[in-house]
């Protein structure tokens, strides 16, 4: 192999990569220790907003100097909607799931993703004759209901809550990315979040003041609060910047595959603190589900060869 054909490992990738596995392992298990302490409502705003916090003084600096286009106010406001209802079923799901059931099922979106990315973008619809998708596909689907009837809670009515609300979760949050890609196709990734980060805080927080009790936050300890601002600096804020980085640096398949592991990383924090164990047949669909999804992203970043 001659040395024009290597190619030097990205360190700014790489470790953009990292980074955005470890914020994304430890953001679930933050939510599951603050299902103690406040309700999902209240966490929402208060991780929301101290992410929004973080980034709206680059977007103030932006608007100064004229960066931003009048239309991403607008624009923003559509992924900004599913975004709500994706976040409130995100952080819901931890008051009745553990983190790295949830997690894993979070990855069923893979499924929705490949269905409206063929409907809404042409380029796309060469999947259609990949034999990777529908391979990987296939393996998704079993390897989610696999998950999901191997969980020995699955006939209780607290589990049942935790795994509708994680897949409506994973539904809503391929919704949002269809609409984030339709909607920010011609804008800077960067400001269209910054812009739709301060409409979902908005949002969240009307909804908090309605259902929640965030009254509540006052009487938490320092502990607490340091999860809040922490989880939502790194794992909303930050980790969201880095993935794109990444992507913007060596392409989406591999940070898109380095992100399955999420599932195993957070089980490796989860089982310490919360006592979270994955029974053997969860291990097994759980590793097709990755296996369907790793497949699918192949096919994906592969269209040109189909």
Not at 201 to 208: D, E, N, Y
Not at 220 to 248: D, N, R
Not at 292 to 306: E, N, P, R, V
Request: glycine residues 6%; charged residues 10%; positive net charge.
């Amino acid at each position: 192999m001659s040395a024009k054909n290597i190619r030097k490992l990205d360190t700014a990738a790489t470790l953009a990569c990292i980074a955005t596995v470890l914020f994304w392992t430890t953001g679930p298990n933050l939510i599951k220790f603050l299902t103690g302490h406040l309700d999902f409502w209240t966490q929402n705003m208060l991780r929301y907003l101290a992410a929004c916090l973080f980034w709206l003084p680059f977007l103030l600096v932006a608007v100064k100097k004229g960066q931003i286009e009048s239309k991403i106010w607008r624009l923003a406001l559509i992924p900004a909607l599913p975004n709500i209802v994706m976040q409130t079923l995100w952080a819901a799901s931890f008051y009745y799931i553990d983190p790295a059931f949830m997690n894993l099922l979070s990855k069923s979106s893979i499924i929705w993703i490949a269905g409206f990315s063929i409907i809404f973008f042409q380029q796309e619809r060469p999947l259609l004759k990949s034999k990777y998708f529908w391979v990987g596909l296939a393996l998704s689907v079993i390897g989610v209901a696999g998950v999901l009837f191997s969980e020995e809670g699955f006939a209780t009515q607290r589990t049942t809550i935790g795994i509708i609300l994680a897949l409506a979760c994973a539904f809503m949050w391929s919704v949002y990315i269809i609409a984030a890609k339709i909607c920010f196709r011609d804008i800077d990734s960067h400001y269209g979040f910054s812009v739709m980060s301060i409409y979902t805080v908005v949002g969240l927080c009307i909804l908090a003041f309605m259902f929640g009790r965030p009254q509540d936050s006052l009487k938490i300890s320092a502990w607490p609060w340091v999860a809040v601002i922490f989880s939502g600096l790194t794992s909303i804020g930050i980790a969201h910047v880095l993935h794109y980085v990444a992507i913007k640096r060596i392409g989406a398949t591999i940070p898109s595959l380095v992100l399955l592991a999420t599932p195993f990383t957070v089980l490796a924090i989860s089982s310490i603190a919360f006592g979270e164990m994955l029974n053997l047949f969860q291990w097994l669909f759980g590793l097709i589900l990755l296996a369907g999804s790793a497949l699918a992203i192949y096919a994906q970043q592969h269209l040109k060869d189909i």
